[in-house]
């Protein structure tokens, strides 16, 4: 009976972990969304490279949302196979977030060169499309920067270049006031700062809590496993799991 008892436990252990593995899916999906809406316009690339990470996440998410789902009905209807499956899953996941962890480790220094390209290929754009003009100011005013390296960007593109100006989205916010603020700036008047090197501190900043996240859920995710095969061990024995 002590074994019985044990096995019961550790079923509602499961589907709690279970419960909590579908929490984290969510979590994922919401990380994901909020991050591709955040840099979807903020690196002004189109290209696989600038938008995989967010994606990744988002389908990492919604992967665990199911399986999690799945292993709850397994953990709750005493199935075998449902369990094995879910446990195979499970694993499959962890190793791909140890790989992906491991190739973001490893390219984590190319994140400013793609952001620099990103930025120096839309400069020149600036007067050609109203969207990437919108964007640019969007962005120059979010992250208190202006051009891509710093602010003398945008001395070489017309028509900036003709007055030696810059876009008035780069105007600081206490110098906005000042006629010509862009005009002939100075440190005093605008910012300086390349966007290329802001939104690099702001990803820095703010990969922190993904780390935290992703730690957390792998964390629950061997859980999972540990638990899944001791029931798969408890049903194929042929002890009655309540």
């Known amino acids: 009976m002590a074994l019985d008892g044990g096995m019961k436990c550790l079923k509602f252990l ?12 969510i979590a ?6 909020y991050v591709q809406i955040e840099l ?5 690339m189109h290209s696989a490279s600038a938008s995989g990470a967010p994606i990744v996440i988002i389908a990492v998410g919604v992967v665990i949302f199911f399986v999690a789902f799945f292993g709850c009905c397994g953990a709750w209807k005493e199935n075998y196979c449902m369990v094995t499956t879910f446990a195979v899953l499970l694993t499959l996941i962890f190793l791909v977030e140890i790989a992906a962890a491991i190739a973001g480790y490893i390219f984590k220094d190319k994140v400013r060169s ?31 920067c202006c051009g891509a390296s710093n602010y003398t960007d945008w001395f070489s593109i017309q028509p900036f270049k003709g007055n030696h100006s810059v876009p008035l989205s780069c105007c600081r916010a206490n110098a906005t006031a000042i006629a010509d ?3 002939n700036p100075t440190p005093s008047t605008i910012y300086t700062e390349g966007c290329a090197e802001s ?8 990969i922190v809590v993904v780390a935290a996240v992703a730690l957390g859920i792998a964390f629950f995710e061997l859980l999972g ?12 024995s042929g002890y009655e799991v309540m």
């Not at 499961?14 to 899916?25: A, H, M």
């Not at 939104?199 to 703010?206: C, D, P, V």
């Not at 496993?225 to 194929?236: D, E, H, P, V």
Request: net charge positive.
């Open 14 to 25: 499961l589907f709690f972990f279970n419960f909590v593995f579908w929490l984290c899916g």
């Open 28 to 33: 994922l999906i919401v990380i994901g969304i």
């Open 40 to 44: 979807n316009n903020t690196l002004l």
């Open 114 to 144: 793609l952001l620099q390209e990103g930025l120096e290929d839309s400069l020149p754009k600036y007067n050609k499309d109203q969207l990437i003009r919108n964007t640019i100011d969007d962005l120059q005013k979010h992250y208190s």
């Open 181 to 183: 603020c862009n005009v």
């Open 199 to 206: 939104i690099e501190a702001w990803l820095k900043k703010h």
């Open 225 to 236: 496993i540990i638990f899944a095969c001791c029931l798969m061990k408890g049903i194929r």
